[in-house]
């Protein structure tokens, strides 16, 4: 459980490393709830030419929940 107060690096929360740790940061939680921030880029793994596909929207999500 996370302690209120102590600001956490989004590697000591999810699991995933290197391109596959989508999140850039955490940014503030509570008992029951996590908000991530996230930066998208062109370089960004599953970035498209059209931009990223609204289903790593899920994986994004998936790995907030994770922390």
Do not use: K, N
């Not at 929360?13 to 998208?40: K, Q």
Request: glycine share 8%.
């Amino acid at each position: 459980m996370l302690q209120t107060g102590i600001r956490y690096r989004v590697e000591e929360l999810v699991p995933h490393r290197g391109a596959m740790c989508l999140l850039e940061s955490i940014d503030e939680y509570g008992p029951d709830w996590l908000r991530a921030g996230v930066v998208t880029r062109r370089s960004s793994l599953f970035a498209q030419e059209a931009g990223i596909p609204a289903w790593v929207g899920l994986e994004y999500m998936a790995q907030a929940a994770a922390a």
